[in-house]
């Protein structure tokens, strides 16, 4: 059975940082892209980040900068570090592994107050 979890959600101050994890069992990790998606209230699901099973990155432009995504396939996690967090990242966070097939976490909650 594959599993994503996503956790290190929570409530932060505009300016602050957290780390957001994302830790998968059930599959073979490394061959996996693994992507970091948020989903703003009321709004559609979008990609922030990405990594690939080779450790390429790639992000959206609005987290440039403040957003870095890593991988630790020792540990079947992947990591999304947030700095210079604004009120306009608050949402959920779902992490996403692709291959062959996509699978789907169920969130984390990040609220930044102004």
């Known amino acids: 059975q594959v599993q994503l979890v996503e956790s290190g959600g929570g409530l932060v101050q505009a300016g602050g940082s957290l780390r957001l994890s994302c830790a998968a069992s059930g599959i073979i990790f490394s061959i996996y892209h693994i992507d970091w998606y948020h989903q703003g209230p009321g709004k559609r699901r979008e990609l922030v980040a990405g990594i690939t099973s080779g450790g390429s990155t790639r992000y959206a432009g609005s987290v440039k900068g403040r957003f870095t995504i890593s991988r630790d396939n020792a540990k079947n996690t992947v990591y999304l570090e947030m700095n210079s967090l604004k009120p306009e990242d608050t949402g959920v966070y779902y992490c996403?592994?692709?291959?062959?097939?996509?699978?789907w976490g169920q969130g984390t909650q990040v609220t930044v107050s102004s």
């Open positions: 996403n592994a692709a291959k062959d097939y996509s699978y």
